[in-house]
């Protein structure tokens, strides 16, 4: 067992432990999450308000030593608000850049769909090549950097729909979910005992830290099998009569990362079909256009999907190499 593996698994437990110090019970979110981050994708988070999202991406900056920044997506919002603009100074007698919100680390687009397609387009470049371009010139943004996204499926009036190419570029669409009854008690009790909205969150990690770990999931080892079984899967979704277009390659190279993420979180150098099976559904629902038949339907995708997982035969693999 390689000790940098073992070494992802332990930082993991630590980040995650401290995170749940200000969210209640959210563990297997906050595993994908935490995953996303350590496989360089960005997530869009799609629920309804008052659950939490902008805490949740706010606690991990904190927790992972990384630098934070809020964008609220607006339908007035420019592009040049995200990424920055030159600015004349009249003192100096030159122009001078003003760098945006997007160069950080973990940027929060809030209510992404709020803003015009024109706007949503600003982020493309930033999310794919971790680059902004302004007047001509490119501007490589810090390492890490991840998008976390959020939008309200049931707000509709103001919003545009997010275009195909962009939601491709998320590695993962997750939903936060309604708590428990005893879990929303527990939150109320533990913001009655700390007399204060804010829960202080300690930083576990720090960028360097990060970029190592993500070093040492390179070494875990995909069976050619595995990999067949990936893509696989993928095709499945585009045979599928359900489905005008079907995940792409990109969909793809998101299980395989997101699997060997999965494999170091449990403390193991290799990546077995369970690994796989456990993203399927946020790495690839997303990824989906279904017919006008069906895409007006609420489960249609998630039927696609299961039925995806249940008809691609799961490989037989040896544990180890």
């Not at 687009?109 to 803003?115: L, M």
């Not at 493309?124 to 010139?137: D, F, K, N, P, S």
């Not at 403390?267 to 369970?274: E, M, Q």
């Not at 339907?297 to 998630?302: H, K, L, T, V």
Request: aromatic share 6%.
């Amino acid at each position: 067992m390689s000790q940098a593996v073992n070494d992802v698994a332990r930082a993991a437990s630590r980040v995650i432990a401290e995170v749940e110090r200000a969210i209640v019970g959210k563990r297997p979110l906050l595993a994908q999450i935490l995953a996303a981050t350590l496989a360089g994708g960005h997530v869009l988070l799609e629920d309804y308000p008052g659950l939490a999202k902008t805490l949740i991406a706010k606690s991990f900056a904190t927790a992972l030593g990384l630098e934070f920044r809020r964008i609220q997506f607006t339908p007035d919002l420019l592009p040049g608000d995200i990424t920055g603009s030159y600015v004349y100074d009249r003192a100096q007698g030159r122009f001078e850049l003003r760098k945006g919100p997007i160069f950080a680390n973990i940027i929060l687009a809030d209510e992404i769909n709020r803003a015009s397609p024109k706007t949503q387009s600003a982020l493309l470049e930033a999310m794919q090549e971790h680059q902004v371009t302004l007047e001509g010139e490119t501007m490589a943004l810090p390492e890490p950097f991840m998008v976390i996204a959020t939008q309200n499926p049931i707000e509709y009036e103001g919003t545009f729909q997010l275009p195909e190419a962009q939601l491709d570029r998320f590695l993962m669409k997750l939903a936060v979910g309604y708590p428990t009854v005893d879990e929303e008690q527990e939150i109320l009790r533990r913001r009655r005992e700390r007399r204060a909205d804010e829960q202080p969150i300690g930083q576990v990690t720090g960028r360097d830290e990060l970029l190592a770990l993500r070093d040492a999931i390179e070494e875990v080892y995909v069976d050619a099998d595995i990999e067949r079984y990936i893509v696989l899967l993928a095709d499945a979704t585009r045979r599928d009569r359900r489905v005008a277009v079907g995940a792409s390659p990109r969909g793809s190279l998101a299980l395989l990362k997101l699997a060997r993420v999965q494999a170091a979180l449990e403390g193991r150098d290799y990546v077995i079909p369970d690994d796989v099976k456990a993203f399927v559904k946020p790495a690839l629902i997303h990824r989906l256009i279904l017919t006008p038949d069906f895409w007006m339907q609420r489960r249609a995708a998630d039927d696609v999907v299961a039925d995806t997982l249940r008809s691609v035969a799961v490989p037989a693999v040896e544990r180890g190499r």
